[in-house]
């Protein structure tokens, strides 16, 4: 809690769901308190979570899906709320591998927003995840996949991502294509008093390296040096810089969640993690199928569930409306197959992959809050879901990006 009681230290918006379970875990490393809300919470909710004691608030989002007009909807009263909260530092959580767009999730449109609502102070932006396998070295930035580490616009998931291709490695170049204000970088090499160089800088914006803990260490110092309020962008790994300049012995968190039975996985994500992860599931015998009709669909995920069957249902040869958009259809087809078989009793362990799908999934849900019950491995996080709606309430959710995990992540979940 911060030392007055009526502040929180951190406040975040997520632009999308996966991202924004990451602030969470990031910070509960530390040993902070965080509680991320999923529908649309009034100031006195928000209120009363910092009263209680609660030092991160996070709001999940879906920013990074929507074009300029609808973000700016999206992002603008967010922040605005956020800001209220008496934070020092307003996080905008953004993806680890920078993915943004003029059209779409614009990070450029972002910074603009932020300095209508947050004011005009220089944003410092961070997007190294090391502990992910995402590096930022003089402004190159690197992302990890299967082991290997490549750069950012050769690295095969995100150089061919379906709406975001990364093809721009130089973080401040890529920026600057989405926005006119002028963007800047630090480099690692000229860390020191740092919070002086941000401030110093002519940039609206400035991208900082990261290329290991330490580097992450001395940004988190230079985040609570600097004067607030203040608008910081960027992934976990500044959530992870932020907790560690008040870092705290604990308990630690769980490994394992209490939840037992068999799977409902739901994905609307086409990356070719996801699609491994489907087919090494299959290869051991779970029922995997493409959305379709939820006459066909239903009985068949109900029947399988019944028996102790886990379940993929993907996004890849779906059978969609045509009057539909994709990531909507899929994503209404998703929430009535968890919902189907959560009020059946089939099922209470729900895994949501692609990080857009998650969100939109969580709110057709009905989901209020969400809190963290286990940490199994690395990034990985399973939820508590929290509602009114009994069959909802209390719900194991695993909500993962598309690029997430080994292939094996679902046969292991189940193990």
């Known amino acids: ?56 608030i996070g709001i999940a989002g879906i920013s990074r899906s929507l074009d300029s007009a609808a973000l700016t909807a999206e992002v603008t009263p967010r922040l605005a709320q956020l800001l209220r909260t008496g934070a020092p530092l307003i996080q905008y959580k953004a993806c680890s591998t920078a993915d943004s767009a003029p059209e779409v999730g614009s990070i450029g449109r972002v910074i603009e927003i932020g300095r209508e609502v947050v004011g005009t102070a220089v944003v410092p932006m961070l997007f190294a995840q090391p502990d992910f396998g995402r590096y930022t070295v003089f402004g190159q930035h690197f992302a990890a996949e299967n082991g290997v580490v490549h750069r950012l616009d050769r690295q095969p998931t995100m150089s061919n991502h379906p709406s975001t291709p990364m093809h721009e490695a130089d973080l401040a170049r890529h920026f600057s294509a989405q926005t006119d204000l002028p963007i800047g970088g630090i480099a690692r090499t000229d860390f020191d008093d740092l919070a002086s160089r941000i401030d110093a800088s002519s940039a609206a914006a400035v991208v900082l390296d990261g ?34 300049t008040d870092s705290r012995s604990g308990a630690g968190i769980p490994r394992t969640g209490t939840a037992t039975g068999p799977i409902l996985a739901v994905s609307g994500s086409r990356s070719a993690a996801t699609r491994r992860q489907a087919q090494a599931a299959a290869d051991a015998g779970w029922l995997v199928l493409p959305f379709d009709d939820d006459a066909v669909q239903l009985p068949r995920v109900l029947a399988a569930l019944s028996a102790g069957r886990s379940v993929v249902l993907t996004a890849d040869d779906a059978v969609l409306p045509d009057d539909v958009q994709p990531l909507v259809a899929i994503a209404a087809a998703a929430a009535r197959a968890v919902r ?76």
């Open 211 to 244: 290329l290991d803990e330490g580097d992450l260490r001395a940004v988190g110092r230079a985040m609570v040096e600097l004067s607030g309020p203040r608008l910081v962008i960027g992934s976990g790994g500044l959530s992870w810089a932020i907790g560690s």
């Open 1 to 56: 809690m911060s030392e007055t009681g009526t502040a929180a230290r951190v406040a975040y918006y997520g632009d999308d769901f996966t991202g924004s379970v990451d602030v969470l875990l990031q910070f509960a490393r530390h040993g902070w308190s965080g509680r991320l809300f999923t529908a649309d919470p009034d100031d006195a909710l928000l209120a009363r979570a910092v009263a209680e004691g609660v030092e991160v």
């Open 340 to 415: 189907t078989a959560a009020e059946a009793g089939v099922t209470r362990r729900i895994v949501v992959a692609g990080g857009d799908t998650s969100g939109r999934v969580t709110r057709l849900l009905g989901v209020d809050s969400v809190s963290i019950a286990a940490n199994p491995t690395d990034n990985v996080v399973l939820l508590t879901a929290h509602s009114v709606i009994p069959a909802i309430d209390g719900l194991e959710l695993l909500l993962k990006g598309g690029q997430v995990g080994a292939d094996s992540l679902l046969t292991s979940l189940l193990a």
